[in-house]
């Protein structure tokens, strides 16, 4: 699990960071495009970064489907749950693993249509308009991010089950930082 973990947030991380320092480049460009010095504009009129918005748009969608996935391992989504504490403890169980296996019914779905969406997709020529990479590489992260996000709410349901607890993000928390006494 500890690996799956890593390379799910690496991946997270990996795409914010390349899709914001693409983005901030592409915008100094189109920014110093502008500036009527020759020497300067126009070799950076001859550099051609059209490219740059779509690349960015799929990774923005990469990076929200596997997001997705990290959000159910970490709690981090939000939930109405003014309801659920009013309830018994045994019934607020059964709701809470009915929620729980409904997520994973529901994100297995949209895995397997992805997947046969994916697969019927790869059989054909079709390409991205600017950075030209099949779409069916793109549209990959449908079945993928769904299919982990069905596995994240498998190992969620099931820690519940056996502890009653459910995953809990703490706002305050930053990973690395311990308290120590000298701190203020």
């Known amino acids: 699990m500890k690996y799956l973990n890593r390379l799910e947030e690496s991946l997270i991380t990996s795409l914010m960071i390349s899709a914001t320092c693409i983005i901030f480049i592409a915008v100094l460009h189109r920014f110093a495009s502008t500036i009527p010095v020759p020497f300067i504009q126009d070799p950076l009129l001859a550099l051609n970064l059209s490219w740059a918005q779509?690349?960015?748009?799929?990774?923005?969608?990469?990076?929200?489907?596997?997001?997705?996935a990290y959000g159910v391992r970490a709690g981090i989504h939000v939930?109405?749950?003014?309801?659920?504490?009013?309830?018994?403890?045994?019934?607020?169980?059964?709701?809470?693993?009915?929620g729980l296996c409904g997520g994973m019914l529901f994100t297995a779905t949209v895995g397997t249509l992805g997947a046969m969406f994916v697969?019927?997709?790869?059989?054909t020529d079709q390409i991205s308009e600017e950075i030209h990479i099949p779409m069916w590489l793109i549209y990959l992260c449908i079945p993928l991010g769904s299919y982990l996000m069905c596995f994240r709410f498998f190992e969620v349901a099931i820690v519940f089950f056996r502890t009653g607890e459910l995953p809990h993000h703490d706002i305050a928390h930053v990973e690395g930082l311990e308290n120590y006494e000298g701190a203020k």
């Not at 779509?54 to 997705?68: I, Q, R, T």
């Not at 749950?81 to 019934?91: A, E, F, I, M």
């Not at 697969?119 to 059989?123: D, L």
């Open 54 to 68: 779509e690349l960015c748009v799929f990774m923005f969608v990469w990076m929200a489907k596997f997001g997705a």
């Open 79 to 98: 939930g109405v749950d003014v309801l659920l504490n009013r309830l018994h403890p045994k019934n607020r169980q059964k709701l809470i693993l009915f």
């Open 119 to 123: 697969w019927g997709i790869a059989h």
